[in-house]
């Protein structure tokens, strides 16, 4: 995730070093999605029967192999094909969720996850900076450092990382069957033990998903804040989750369950995301996206590991690629809504929108979690 934050804020300016627009911007983040909308099934199918082990070295050296391409692109082509393999191969972060699942017992699942939200975190945070510090040497030094930073995480993982899934617990499918994405997903949604889970994190991705594009025009439309107030509003944020997510979480869960803790999150999300939605004054938006950066920061790891639960140890990796494919959608549809209901009905509309999938979420978790028979409180 360090290399994804480097990377992220300085695709536009790629783009724009290749005489491309916003268009062509915007047109990279949907072939990324739609790369791992496709990706993200087949690669934890592949897992499943092959372990999680060289899957994730694999999936990390073609992280490295899109930022290398991406430093040496001379053309818009080229720079497609960066993010197309980076894509295609962006199944490390599900891979490692499944990983997580198969180290952890009911008693400590969640705070696995929520571990690995706030590494996740730690990288997002820290990459923006680490990047725009790089781009002051040329756009090529911080796609080739990104790239230097997953070469090194396949080092690690084939000289350190064990296989956490073994042999007689993988499932042996022919290459149709693991390749056939589309199957695999909707598969996913006909078990009745875990579909409505599987709803409820969608709409609450759906709920922020196209929040962090449209934050800018919001913010600047509403309170004029330029790019630096931006960028310290996104630093709060980015700290909020990493303590929540690596702190309070692991002190939460014990007490409270992952049930519990799921349920509040998703409140706390609605209220927040309302809260955003009626800000008077600018420093409102401080406590209320705190309010946002607790519910996702509980809700989120509570409903991935009750959702994994519901299945075996070895269609964990499936189960983790099929939410990869939610997730990718609500990054395809999420964007839209936002820009859409921000020009045609109002500035505020998205977080009210956000607001409202929040509470559709909440309906959905509560109606299944309130007779759900696993064991977690």
């Not at 891979?95 to 706030?118: E, K, Q």
Request: with cysteine; charged share 10%.
């Amino acid at each position: 995730m360090l290399g994804y934050g480097i990377m992220l804020p300085l695709l536009p300016f790629y783009v724009q070093a290749q005489a491309g627009g916003a268009a062509i911007a915007g047109a990279l983040s949907s072939l990324y999605a739609s790369a791992q909308l496709f990706a993200g099934p087949v690669l934890g199918a592949l897992s499943d029967r092959f372990g999680r082990r060289p899957v994730l070295l694999i999936c990390l050296f073609g992280t490295s192999i899109g930022y290398l391409t991406l430093g040496l692109a001379n053309s818009l082509p080229l720079i497609f094909l960066a993010v197309f393999v980076d894509g295609l191969t962006g199944g490390n972060l599900t891979t490692a969720y499944a990983y997580i699942a198969d180290v952890t017992g009911a008693d400590n699942r969640a705070r696995g996850m929520g571990l690995v939200g706030a590494a996740f975190g730690l990288g997002l945070m820290a990459g923006p900076a680490l990047g725009g510090l790089l781009s002051h040497y040329g756009l090529s030094v911080p796609a080739f450092t990104a790239s230097a930073i997953a070469l090194s995480n396949v080092l690690f993982g084939y000289f350190v990382l064990p296989e956490s899934l073994p042999p007689e617990k993988r499932i042996r499918k022919s290459a149709a069957e693991m390749f056939n994405w589309v199957r695999q997903f909707l598969g996913l949604f006909r078990q009745l033990n875990i579909r409505d889970l599987l709803l409820a994190t969608f709409l609450l991705n759906l709920a922020f998903a196209g929040l962090q594009s449209n934050f800018p025009l919001y913010s600047n439309y509403r309170f004029q804040w330029n790019p630096q107030q931006n960028s310290y509003f996104y630093l709060y944020v980015g700290i909020c989750a990493v303590f929540i997510q690596g702190f309070l979480f692991g002190k939460l869960q014990p007490y409270f369950g992952e049930k519990r803790l799921a349920i509040f999150g998703l409140v706390a999300m609605s209220i927040g995301l309302a809260g955003m939605a009626s800000a008077r004054e600018a420093w409102m938006l401080y406590p209320t996206v705190t309010l946002v950066a607790l519910g996702t920061g509980t809700c989120i790891p509570s409903l991935t590991a009750l959702t994994s639960f519901r299945v075996s140890e070895s269609e964990q990796g499936r189960l983790m690629g099929g939410t990869q494919t939610l997730l990718s959608l609500t990054s395809i549809i999420g964007p839209a809504v936002a820009g859409i209901s921000f020009e045609v009905i109002a500035f505020s509309a998205p977080y009210w929108l956000g607001s409202f999938f929040s509470v559709l979420a909440l309906i959905v978790a509560w109606m299944f979690l309130r007779v759900m028979p696993v064991e977690a409180k």
